[in-house]
């Protein structure tokens, strides 16, 4: 007899299997994606409301992010976890759109929902929503505005639609100015080299309190250099300063730390200390004699060097992470080298100025005008880590959008005007096809309808005649008509600078047709039950819309499509 034993997982074998299939599955999918779809209703928009995320490990976070509420949720059923995928790549790839995104999925879900009961085959309907959706992208393009993206007010204005609301208006408008300045500050015009934008958090003060730098900043963090007495030596700005970059402790208690020696009596403590400052004087010697005014350790600096160093007008910064060393070998021309030996007036950077700054009690250090690398840095500011964090991401979104729209330009209006205007569209297009498409069609247009919907109702209004008035003004040919955030009424949102890219708008479409019809095909979720190897059969015993399908931790989901 054959042993399939090697081909199958165990407990595929021993049978212990949940399995819903058909119209169960598919059911249970429906439940599980929209109601992911209505965790995030009531944040979508600048009037939406905040969360109060509580993590497993008791730290709480307040937020309307629709990234950040899914990255701290515990998704577990399969279906889910896949609207959590398309989620997370729009807000990777284009850093907006992210709710949208989810909220679309649900609703093109809900709207089969309906379709099945009136008995539209699947196949029906994720045909009619594929056609929509491909209609949907090629009008999008159509609908572009005719905005100058190189204009820094335009970039402000898109920085702005992607994170109003996260923040109070000022802390708002200001994040959004610095996120076009450090974009516009390393553009060329046909690149931006997002390398070259270092975000530093540093802890006290808000969001609003964020500081543009030119240059590129170095934490020093606990490097004592500033610290005590020895900083009266320093000066606080070195001009056409000559940078070191070394990856090796320095000072002659790290370089021996390793080696075990055994003393005998107390010549040989002497021949220790005149050994230590021997290698002390050495390494001192080879760093002025370079040249050196700043030199950057990625390891731990001695104080007595510290202390030498800087009496001899030699800023020296330790612990320098990983990523800024490669930062500043590439913002100075310097070369990081393994060892003080190593050190040669070659291997040294260059940079316009190095300057010692203290922000928030907390010593930074800048390196700039270096013409040929073009370094800049954001200063995020919040009352904790948890908060500078939430920032840095923020920031980071913003940083998306407007590099998206400086270098691809289409911009499209937003508070739900750009989906009015594609949802009319596609309620006439859908009068080419026949019967049961159509309502398909028709569903995907209604599902458009639930961005301008959700935000005037987040926004206070009545969804119903805030949707009826939208309607009427895209019938007369107001393309432009969104929702007015402030009370929920229809106005022109683009005049008000409510713009968007058009990648962030693609894409939140386009995943969102993707990740339904790929839910709506599946007819079979098979998911292992943890430790149950008893085999029997489980068919009778499971309801429907419950989290079978993956619901066990450490089970493994399978969902095959038919
Ligand atoms: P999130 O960033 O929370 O994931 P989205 O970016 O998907 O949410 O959706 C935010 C929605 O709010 C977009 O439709 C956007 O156009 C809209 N919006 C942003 N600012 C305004 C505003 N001032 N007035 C009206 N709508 C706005
Ligand atoms: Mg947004």
């Excluded at 009136?118 to 491909?134: F, K, L």
Aim: charged content about 25%; aromatic content about 2%.
């Amino acid at each position: 007899m054959t042993q399939g034993g090697a081909r199958w997982p165990r407990r595929l074998r021993s049978g212990g299997l949940d399995r819903t299939t058909g119209r169960d599955a598919r059911r249970a999918n429906v439940a599980a994606g929209r109601a992911l779809a209505a965790t995030l209703r009531t944040t979508l928009g600048p009037a939406g409301r905040d969360k109060l995320l509580v993590g497993t490990d008791g730290l709480a976070v307040v937020t309307n992010d629709g990234a950040s509420i899914l990255d701290r949720m515990e998704i577990e059923h399969p279906a889910a976890s896949l609207l959590y995928e398309v989620a997370s790549e729009q807000a990777e790839r284009v850093g907006d759109g992210t709710t949208t995104a989810v909220l679309l999925a649900g609703a093109l879900l809900e709207g089969a929902e309906g379709l099945f009961e009136q008995g539209v085959h699947p196949g029906i309907v994720t045909a009619g929503y594929h056609h929509a959706c491909s209609r949907a992208l090629e009008t999008l393009s159509t609908l572009t505005l005719g905005d100058d993206p190189t204009d820094r007010a335009t970039l402000v204005s898109v920085a702005r639609t992607a994170i109003t609301g996260k923040w109070s208006e000022p802390e708002a408008t200001r994040v959004a100015d610095l996120a076009a300045d450090a974009v516009l500050a390393v553009s060329d015009g046909s690149e931006v080299d997002r390398h070259r934008i270092t975000l530093q958090g540093v802890p006290g003060g808000s969001p609003g309190d964020a500081e543009f730098v030119d240059g590129l900043v170095v934490d020093m963090g606990e490097s004592s250099a500033t610290a005590d007495d020895r900083a009266i030596h320093l000066p606080r700005r070195f001009a056409d300063a000559r940078i070191a970059l070394v990856d090796a402790p320095l000072g002659a208690k790290q370089a021996n730390a390793t080696r075990a020696v055994t003393v005998e009596g107390t010549d040989g403590l002497d021949a220790i200390a005149a050994h230590e400052e021997r290698q002390l004087r050495e390494q001192l010697e080879r760093i002025a004699d370079a040249g050196t005014d700043a030199v950057f350790c990625q390891q731990a600096i001695d104080d007595v060097l510290r202390s030498r160093l800087a009496r001899r007008g030699i800023l020296a910064v330790e612990r320098t992470r990983q990523d800024e060393m490669y930062k500043l070998a590439r913002a100075t021309g310097g070369t990081l080298v393994a060892s003080v030996e190593e050190l040669t007036p070659e291997a040294l950077g260059r940079a316009g100025v190095v300057e010692r700054r203290r922000v928030a009690g907390r010593d930074l250090t800048v390196v700039r005008g270096n013409p040929d690398s073009k370094q800049v840095s954001l200063l995020l500011r919040g009352g904790t880590q948890h908060a500078i964090d939430e920032t840095r991401r923020l920031v980071e979104d913003c940083l998306t959008v407007v590099t998206l729209a400086l270098l691809y330009g289409d911009l499209l209006p937003g508070g739900g005007a750009t989906e009015a205007e594609l949802a009319a569209d596609l309620r006439g297009f859908a009068l080419e096809f026949d019967g049961r498409e159509q309502l398909a069609i028709e569903a995907a247009a209604g599902a458009l309808e639930t961005v301008p919907r959700t935000l005037a109702e987040n926004a206070g209004a009545s969804p119903i005649d805030a949707l009826a008035d939208l309607r009427a003004s895209h019938d007369r040919g107001e393309v432009t008509a969104g929702i007015d955030a402030a009370d929920g009424s229809v106005a022109d949102v683009s005049a008000r600078g409510v713009v968007e890219p058009l990648a962030v708008k693609r894409r939140a479409i386009a995943g969102a047709t993707e990740a339904a019809n790929l839910l709506l095909r599946i007819d079979d979720v098979v998911a292992a039950r943890d430790g149950d190897a008893r085999g029997h059969d489980h068919d009778h015993d499971h309801g429907i819309g419950g989290d079978h399908g993956g619901g066990q931790r450490g089970g493994y989901p399978w969902a095959i499509g038919h």
